[in-house]
């Protein structure tokens, strides 16, 4: 995946020259918190926030100039590049948004931290019975039944709490991988609960292979 | 996990009765693009973001309580809820921060956006060989290297390319389960390879315990 495919194509733009009254309006009608400043060939600039357009109306400043950051003191992305760098740059820069250019240094885009969030959480959200169905075309053989059966043995090995392959079968249609995560207590922990479970079935199989 | 644990404690607030001109200035010495109303107990009361204040600045308002949105309007969490709503939350709500209350709806915390891509993202951050090592230590019985070489023979088989278990050791080792997701196009694609891995050597480990 790519910065482009996760970018706002809808975002607004100022220039240097725009008096900060005006600009301050567009950023409100339109909900921004930042916005890029362009020159006449849609170039990047510079960057401003409305904490900077704060100080200015304040201070009485008169044009975006006055208030903006430089396009070489902010954080900034290539359409091109892993949408990955967005999420680490969101995160080790903790900015509302971050410009995104093309080769000529125009702005194509701006990627906004709760599209990030978005983004990852709809990664996090897909049902936990995907990745069961998942497994039981891989491991050929096993059947649906027999893999919620060992599911609902790992279960009871590893909370102390009875449940039958029913309950099981019936919790992972309702729960998402994020939510089996965050239940967990991380990747790690799930996938032990994972492979205990691939380990019962694939043992099952062999067994049964060998009779 | 719980919203409370990825919650920002250092958080600003303001009052009804401050001036806007004051708010602005603490807003932007703490960089905060939004902030809690509190009353005299530090009970929630209302909520402005810098956008309500550059447009209370020109039109010349006084006081916060003339541009802060009432409590009952905006989106807020309470500090024992599961952190998973947080992302859920910024995610449909698109804000840059959420107050977080306690039982007495006093804030104690606020929730903002880049927090949860850094929450996310460290959670999808662990080395992929950390999910191997936590298969070894569940498949008791299975050594490192083997689970090396059947991920190696997998490899092979779904790829078409050599690999030896050298060089997948190697991949695992600087490759993230975030990097592993992007690149091989989602949760389900990654864990079909996995689950065949896991076949292997459990396969192997059966057949061993049988001779």
Do not use: C
């Not at 991988?177 to 996938?191: R, S």
Request: glycine share 4%; proline share 1%.
């Amino acid at each position: 995946m790519k910065v482009k495919e996760i970018m706002d194509t809808e975002f607004i733009a100022v220039n240097a020259d725009m008096d900060i009254v005006e600009a301050s309006i567009k950023m409100e009608s339109h909900k921004k918190f930042a916005t890029p400043v362009l020159d006449d060939k849609k170039r990047l600039i510079g960057w401003i926030t409305s904490l900077d357009v704060t100080r200015g109306l304040r201070d009485n400043h008169k044009k975006v100039s006055e208030i903006m950051h430089s396009k070489d003191d902010i954080v900034k992305l290539h359409e091109d590049e892993p949408a990955r760098l967005a999420v680490l740059a969101a995160s080790k820069y903790k900015v509302v948004s971050i410009p995104v250019l093309d080769t000529e240094d125009r702005v194509v885009g701006v990627i906004r931290t709760f599209d990030i969030v978005e983004t990852l959480s709809s990664l996090y959200e897909i049902k936990v019975y995907k990745i069961f169905e998942a497994m039981v075309r891989e491991l050929k053989g096993v059947t649906w039944e027999e893999l919620m059966e060992a599911s609902a043995i790992v279960t009871k090995r590893e909370t102390g709490k009875r449940v039958t392959a029913e309950e099981y079968e019936q919790r992972i249609k309702n729960s998402t991988f994020g939510e089996a995560i965050w239940a967990t207590g991380g990747l790690e922990k799930f996938f032990v609960g994972l492979i205990a479970i691939g380990e019962l079935v694939i043992a099952r199989k062999v067994a049964k292979a060998r009779k």
